[in-house]
Structures are given as structure tokens and as C-alpha cells.
């Protein structure tokens, strides 16, 4: 059973970057395909960008290319979501999410991490 | 952009059918997925590829997909169900896609 950890939550000011953790235990992380989707408060799923099993790349949805930044630690199984120039717009639970292993893009977002939230505020 | 539509809010009785809506062009071509999500929770797969249910989903969930419509069905509803609900496809030209939720209330 894929179990995902997130790191804890964040306040930042506008136009600083948060970085967020997300630990994989039960699976290796290089045979999953970790996706990144927030959540605004009161408002509804967002995806932000996830790997391409098909493509073998990192695809970011277009309304985050430039300030997104996906990376994976393949030593401690830990995905990275990275988000620069923040705003206040920003803030939002932000959840790592992934297919069961194997699968392809096509496939459901079987497991989620429990979520972080991430405020921008002056 | 692909966009899928759903009803802000759906009410049904305990013991109803509840019946929540998933619109986007030609959708029916496409593998659709729902999630359900309580108050304070991350997500959870209630259906996947349209009508299959991960382990541990009760039998009554259950789902459909045709022409521009997909459709959540959860039969005997229970106050349990009360979450919101977020049906999810994959598209060439959009990649992941969600539609915009829909707050199932147990009378």
C-alpha cells in the first residue's frame, strides 16, 4: 500500500518560493508518476503538473510553466514541489497524488498525501 | 481548454438515490474518474475508468459514462456520502482536467 507524507505547512510573503515535500513508503518512487493538485480555500481541484509516464517528462499545466519546478529525491523516495513568485492567490492546500504504479496516464490519482497548506500573506 | 461542468450542489434524503452530473464535450469518449472529499480531507477514488470501483468503494457507488454526460449514482444514500464530489479526465490538449465540484447534502 502506497502511503504519501507531506511536509508540514508554510506561511511565505508575496514573490517568495515555497518548497513541499512528499514521502513515499510502501513503493519506490521511480515507478510512480507523482502529480501535484491544489486546492484554493472553498474552491475546487486544481492540477499543476505531474510526470509523463508516456513521454517520460515532467508536464506543467500552462498556467504555472515558469514559476513550477517538480523534482524527485530517488534516495529517500521524496518528491519536490516547487513554487515560485508567490502571491496571494497562491495560498491554497497544495496535495501530492499518483497513480498505482505501472500505470499510465490515463489512470486515476489512486493515492494522495494528506495535504499542505502553503499562505502567502504580507 | 477542455472543461468539464458539474452542479454546485445536489440534496438528496437519506435512504434516495442521489444522481451527480459530470458535463463535457463528447466526454464519453474519454476515461472519467471520481473523487469524493469530506470536509478537511484530501480526495479519495470513489470510481475509476468510468464504472469500476477501487476496493473498499461500497457497491452503492456506481458509475456512467455517454455522449456529453457522466454520471455519479450512489444509491441508499447515507449521511456518511455528504462530501463534495469532483469528476476527473485526462485530455490530449489539457492534460488533467477536474470539473468544479459538486456538494453532496444528506437531508
Known amino acids: 500500500q502506497v502511503q504519501l507524507v507531506q511536509s508540514g505547512a508554510e506561511v511565505k510573503k508575496p514573490g517568495a518560493s515555497v518548497k513541499v515535500s512528499c514521502k513515499v513508503s510502501g513503493y519506490i518512487l521511480t515507478e510512480l508518476s507523482m502529480h501535484w493538485v491544489r486546492q484554493a480555500p472553498g474552491k475546487g481541484l486544481e492540477w499543476m503538473g505531474g510526470?509523463?509516464?508516456?513521454?517520460?517528462?515532467?508536464i506543467y499545466a500552462q498556467k504555472f510553466q515558469g514559476r513550477l519546478t517538480m523534482t524527485e529525491d530517488t534516495s529517500t523516495d521524496t518528491a519536490y514541489m516547487e513554487l515560485s513568485s508567490l502571491r496571494s492567490e497562491d495560498t491554497a492546500v497544495y496535495y501530492c497524488?499518483?497513480?498505482?504504479?505501472?500505470?499510465?496516464?490515463?489512470?486515476?490519482?489512486?493515492?494522495w498525501g494528506q495535504g499542505t497548506l502553503v499562505t502567502v500573506s504580507s | 481548454s477542455y472543461v468539464l461542468t458539474q452542479p454546485p450542489s445536489v440534496s438528496v434524503a437519506p435512504g434516495k438515490t442521489a444522481r451527480i452530473a459530470c458535463g463535457g464535450d463528447n466526454i464519453g469518449r474519454k476515461s472519467l474518474h471520481w473523487y469524493q472529499q469530506k470536509a478537511g480531507q484530501a480526495p479519495v477514488l470513489v470510481i475509476y475508468?468510468?464504472?469500476d470501483r477501487p476496493s473498499g468503494i461500497p457497491e452503492r457507488f456506481s458509475g456512467s459514462n455517454s455522449g456529453n454526460t457522466a454520471t455519479l449514482t450512489i444509491s441508499r444514500v447515507e449521511a456518511g456520502d455528504e462530501a463534495d464530489y469532483y469528476c476527473?479526465?485526462?485530455?490530449?490538449?489539457?492534460?488533467?482536467?477536474f470539473g468544479g465540484g459538486t456538494k453532496l447534502t444528506v437531508l
Open positions: 497524488a499518483t497513480p498505482r504504479g505501472g500505470s499510465g496516464y490515463l489512470a486515476p490519482f489512486d493515492y
Open positions: 475508468f468510468d464504472n
Open positions: 476527473q479526465v485526462w485530455d490530449n490538449n489539457s492534460d488533467h482536467v
Open positions: 510526470f509523463d509516464p508516456e513521454d517520460g517528462e515532467t
